[in-house]
């Protein structure tokens, strides 16, 4: 073989890893099995052959023959009999594969999907969506073959609308059009308030509630891309949206503080002895369920913390805490079977008590949340399999209480539930994103984990180490240089600078809500140091300033910027309080110089003005008040 000859076959190999590569960035989630070779797509112009009627596919055929026009193909959709023998795009069900599983194999002479059912030739058109881009954006189609189907069954994202944020249907749409790319197929909005019951307009009327029509209409959206819209209504404890009203708070296990293990509480938990807390549950199911058509209901149940320290004290002390809890589950459990649905619930109050577990009925779902990097999900996924009970794991973006976000706890907090969700054979896997303490950290801080968790749960194996930074930068931003998502996931790692590890928050957050702490006692802000305070700030400062000058070319580029710019500044406004209770004596606001006072106040009350501003450019009005107060009442411990 002469050197010429080697060395030419030497430059194929390189360009066929720089395409492979490159066209790798297009696909999220990576398929489990993918091949490329050198050759091209030659076929200009043909036809697109669907053998399914369902409306699901419309949607992603569109926007493939506008790809085509893009890509110089000259393409129509055709009938069966007009069409097969001149189909650029063949897409058809087999028997051969399970129902979501696809194969897509793209040739000199065409392009053919088969699908285990319409479902599965739907996420084979999204595959090859994704390949478009990369066609439009490189000048062609490579040749190529994928096999792929889901680790788990269930794959899904809630969302917290009930701690303050509830957003509007433009940007629930948006959302669910983003899910729907990575191939999620479930969906939830967690509630507590916020929807309009009919006879309780009490509790929500500040809230901008989800109505039963809004909700219709976001489930019949839901399925348009083969997504279930799973209904969510807390029922025993997280409760205290109702039972802080006067005509609710009869039903409260502790109408008066009490002693628990979180401290002084009170009308956070319904009560199970108090007949009229079923009551009111049967009658919230029977209004919310018929608006949804999925299958499935989470019941919530958990954090049940008042349980056997009020009203029920003496029957836990008498039947045992877990017997209580388990009997008022199964009563929740008994009504919805009336509608029937499969219940879900969260699974933390029974697994204080294991030996109760093989007692649930096999026909429910236990939902496994933890939201630590090293949370036990192994253990926790075995208690339940070995009872035979189906089980989702859910761990979480780790977005709330963060500002900005706590990337490195969350990915590692996804990345180990799904591992040890495929491990154990889970049902599901349920990403969730929380709004704790007024939801300040906007959706685009949520966004990376987002991804994150809807890839790990398509494929574990060949998405574990993606690039989150360019995905996001691509897939959400439109951004193929990388550059705004890299800064958008740095800022998530600002707070490790710190060096001040907090509790499910990060410390950015725990200065603000702790300011009328010192900073040189208390259990989380003494170890802060002026010099880490500093490289923080430069930091965040370099990181923003990386961010504004990208390109961001997604439709909401100006809402992504605003969005960004608040949470970073008011990460930064955490930084300038600390280093100047740093700078005192005893580390309280007080002992500030009152010039630098002043400044902190100013800067703050600017924050909040623009809070309440960018909010309403994707979210109702209603809970912004309660959110802005939070931010407010740190305002106040500024006087």
């Known amino acids: 073989m002469t050197m010429r000859l080697l060395s030419f076959i030497l430059l194929i190999n390189i360009c066929f890893h720089i395409n492979a590569q490159t066209l790798k960035d297009y696909l999220l989630p990576q398929p489990k099995h993918l091949s490329i070779d050198s050759g091209r797509l030659e076929k200009h112009k043909g036809a697109v052959v669907i053998e399914s009627k369902v409306t699901q596919i419309s949607k992603p055929i569109l926007l493939l023959l506008n790809t085509f026009d893009q890509s110089g193909i000259e393409a129509q959709v055709m009938p069966i009999q007009a069409g097969y023998q001149h189909a650029l795009l063949h897409a058809a069900e087999t028997t051969d594969l399970s129902p979501q599983a ?19 030739i739907y996420y084979g058109l999204l595959s090859l969506q994704q390949i478009g881009r990369f066609a439009m954006d490189h000048g062609y189609w490579p040749t190529l073959y994928i096999e792929d189907e889901p680790d788990f069954e269930r794959r899904g994202f809630m969302l917290d609308i009930s701690r303050d944020k509830v957003p509007t249907m433009a940007s629930l749409f948006s959302l669910v059009d983003q899910l729907a790319q990575w191939k999620i197929n479930e969906f939830q909005l967690y509630t507590e308030h916020t929807f309009a019951y009919q006879n309780h307009q009490t509790v929500w009327k500040d809230a901008s509630p989800m109505t039963a029509e809004q909700i219709k209409e976001l489930d019949a959206y839901c399925r348009n891309h083969f997504i279930d819209l799973v209904p969510n209504q807390n029922s025993f404890g997280h409760m205290k949206r109702w039972l802080k009203h006067k005509e609710y708070e009869h039903l409260a296990e502790l109408p008066q503080p009490g002693k628990t293990i979180w401290g002084m509480m009170s009308r956070t938990s319904l009560s199970p002895v108090e007949p009229g807390s079923l009551e009111l549950m049967k009658e919230l199911y029977a209004e919310l369920l018929p608006n949804f058509t999925s299958r499935y209901f989470n019941i919530g149940c958990d954090e049940t913390v008042e349980l056997g320290v009020g009203k029920s004290k003496a029957l836990c002390q008498e039947k045992g805490k877990g017997r209580v809890y388990l009997d008022f589950v199964l009563a929740l459990k008994n009504e919805v079977d009336q509608y029937d649905r499969t219940t879900q619930f969260w699974g933390d109050i029974i697994l204080h008590h294991p030996e109760l577990i093989p007692e649930l009925p096999k026909d429910m779902v236990a939902l496994i949340w933890g939201y630590d990097a090293k949370h036990p999900f192994d253990t926790q996924c075995w208690q339940f399999k070995k009872a035979g009970l189906p089980y989702y794991v859910c761990p979480g973006t780790s977005s709330w209480n963060s500002i900005i ?8 907090n996804l990345k180990n539930a799904a591992i040890n969700g495929q491990k154990h054979g889970a049902k599901g896997f349920l990403n969730t994103s929380w709004g704790d303490q007024g939801h300040w950290q906007p959706i685009s801080v949520s966004y990376p984990g987002i991804l994150y968790g809807a890839v790990l749960s398509w494929n574990v194996n060949n998405n574990a180490d993606i690039d989150i930074a360019r995905h996001y930068a691509m897939q959400v931003l439109k951004d193929t240089t990388g550059q705004n998502g890299q800064a958008i996931v740095n800022l998530g790692y600002a707070h490790l600078r710190m060096k001040a590890p907090c509790d499910n928050s990060n410390i950015f957050h725990q200065i603000l809500k702790r300011n009328k702490r010192s900073i040189k006692t208390d259990r989380w802000l003494k170890h802060l140091k002026e010099s880490n305070v500093d490289a923080s700030i430069k930091f965040i400062e370099e990181e923003l300033e990386q961010l504004n000058n990208s390109a961001i070319n997604s439709s909401d580029n100006a809402i992504v910027l605003a969005e960004m710019n608040q949470a970073a500044k008011l990460a930064l406004h955490a930084c300038h309080l600390a280093k100047s209770k740093l700078n ?12 630098e006072k002043q400044k902190l106040r100013a800067e703050l009350q600017e924050l ?8 309403l450019l994707r979210n109702r009005i209603g809970g912004l008040s309660d959110s802005a107060a939070k ?5 106040r411990s500024y006087q």
């Open 102 to 120: 696809y194969t897509l194999s793209i040739t000199r002479q065409g392009i053919e999907i088969k699908g285990g059912s319409p479902q599965g």
């Open 405 to 412: 976000g706590r990337n490195k706890n969350g990915f590692a």
């Open 584 to 595: 005192t004596s005893d580390g309280y606001f007080k002992s500030i110089p009152s010039s």
């Open 608 to 615: 909040i003005d623009s809070h309440k501003e960018i909010w």
């Open 631 to 635: 931010l407010e009442a740190v305002l």
